[in-house]
């Protein structure tokens, strides 16, 4: 007889089943863009609590994007914006300074 598949054990007195939490899947740390962001090159430089921080290649030249951590519990993870978003929830830089001092900031707006 097949067991059914089971998620690992939440601590010695829980399970993932019994809290109804899964864990978030976050965007990847390297990847290549797709959609709006086709071709792009983008590495995570940092991470918060609250928010991340991602190094965009366009053709050479160098933009960070810095966002709120959005949950989407549809799916199952961590959404990264789409253009829509800049301005509201996320934020586009062209010096690493600047995105970092915003990442900083977010969570204790």
């Known amino acids: 007889m097949k067991e059914a598949a089971t998620l690992p054990s939440n601590g010695p ?3 993932y089943e019994d809290t109804g939490f899964l864990p978030l899947r976050e965007p990847p740390l390297r990847f290549t863009g797709i959609g709006p962001y086709k071709g792009f090159e983008f590495a ?4 918060r609590r609250w928010a991340f921080c991602y190094e965009l290649n366009v053709g050479g030249v160098l933009y960070y994007h810095v966002f709120k ?3 989407n519990p549809r799916f199952g993870t961590i959404s990264y914006p789409r253009p829509e978003a800049f301005g509201e929830w996320a934020w586009c830089y ?3 300074d600047e995105a970092l001092n915003k990442l900083n900031l977010i969570g204790h707006e």
């Open 94 to 96: 062209r010096r690493l």
């Open 44 to 47: 995570r430089i940092l991470t």
């Open 69 to 71: 951590r959005l949950e």
């Open 13 to 15: 007195n829980h399970s």
